[in-house]
């Protein structure tokens, strides 16, 4: 297998030259790792990476006890089904998709206070796609408001996907929607400090639009 070092390198000034000419701090980079064997994950580590979402919890667990030596940050990217919530909680350091209010109760509860508080965003689905996950924008004030209720949980931010309309100016237009209401929840939370938004194909325009974490699956580790 040869090094990613060189990809990695240049997904990171990409990164920081889109958000210099933006006028942005650079972001975050979550490494979206889901399908992708430990020996992948391993290797990106070693290039400096830290921070990697999967989409299942069952496979993300599995990692993370695996690549446990190397002190990781897991995220759980994906939908979150209610009976997963116990696992989620002991595996994972974020949860970027809570999007309703009967996963708040579980995670708090499985979430053993002898640990750091699990990390959360609320995934809002800004474009109403049926064929995503997430809360509409009217809900996602009141999910905010429970999760930073909950004691073993620490509310974050904002995820969203925008819908994948061909014309790039629509994509920028749910992501500047996604950071209005990222910055709503800021004045009621002041410490929130995270909009995670834009993957492979369209996080310029996320930067640009004040992600402050984006997610790159294909662009560091290549083609399923």
């Given at each position: 297998?040869?090094?990613?070092?060189?990809?990695?390198?240049?997904?990171?000034?990409?990164?920081?030259?889109v958000?210099?000419?933006?006028?942005r701090?650079?972001?975050?980079?979550?490494?979206?790792?889901?399908?992708?064997?430990?020996?992948?994950?391993?290797?990106?580590?070693a290039?400096?990476?830290?921070?990697?979402?999967?989409?299942y919890?069952?496979?993300?667990?599995?990692?993370?006890?695996?690549?446990?030596?190397?002190?990781?940050?897991?995220?759980?990217?994906g939908?979150?089904?209610?009976?997963?919530?116990?696992?989620?909680?002991?595996?994972?350091?974020?949860l970027?998709?809570?999007?309703?209010?009967r996963?708040?109760?579980?995670?708090?509860?499985y979430?053993?206070?002898?640990?750091?508080?699990?990390?959360?965003?609320?995934?809002?689905?800004?474009?109403?796609e049926?064929?995503k996950?997430?809360?509409?924008?009217?809900?996602?004030?009141?999910?905010?408001?429970?999760?930073?209720?909950?004691?073993?949980?620490?509310?974050?931010?904002?995820?969203?996907?925008?819908?994948?309309?061909?014309?790039?100016?629509?994509?920028?237009?749910?992501?500047?929607?996604?950071?209005?209401?990222?910055?709503a929840?800021?004045e009621?939370?002041?410490d929130v400090?995270?909009?995670?938004?834009?993957?492979?194909?369209?996080?310029?325009?996320?930067?640009?639009?004040?992600?402050?974490?984006?997610?790159?699956?294909?662009?560091l580790?290549?083609p399923?």
């Amino acid at each position: 297998m040869s090094s990613p070092k060189p990809v990695f390198e240049s997904v990171q000034r990409h990164l920081l030259n889109v958000a210099a000419a933006a006028g942005r701090p650079p972001p975050r980079l979550l490494a979206v790792s889901k399908t992708r064997p430990t020996s992948a994950i391993m290797a990106l580590a070693a290039c400096g990476q830290r921070a990697f979402g999967e989409n299942y919890v069952r496979e993300g667990a599995l990692k993370a006890i695996e690549l446990a030596p190397l002190g990781l940050e897991w995220h759980l990217i994906g939908h979150l089904q209610s009976n997963k919530c116990r696992e989620a909680a002991e595996h994972f350091d974020w949860l970027q998709s809570l999007d309703r209010h009967r996963l708040i109760e579980p995670l708090n509860h499985y979430r053993t206070p002898q640990r750091s508080p699990m990390n959360v965003l609320v995934q809002i689905n800004v474009d109403g796609e049926a064929s995503k996950s997430g809360c509409t924008p009217d809900e996602a004030l009141p999910l905010a408001r429970a999760v930073a209720a909950a004691p073993n949980l620490r509310l974050r931010g904002v995820m969203g996907i925008g819908a994948p309309y061909p014309d790039f100016e629509h994509r920028r237009a749910s992501f500047r929607r996604l950071r209005e209401l990222f910055e709503a929840m800021q004045e009621e939370f002041p410490d929130v400090d995270t909009l995670s938004m834009g993957m492979s194909e369209d996080f310029e325009l996320a930067i640009a639009e004040g992600a402050t974490m984006v997610r790159i699956g294909s662009s560091l580790f290549g083609p399923r």
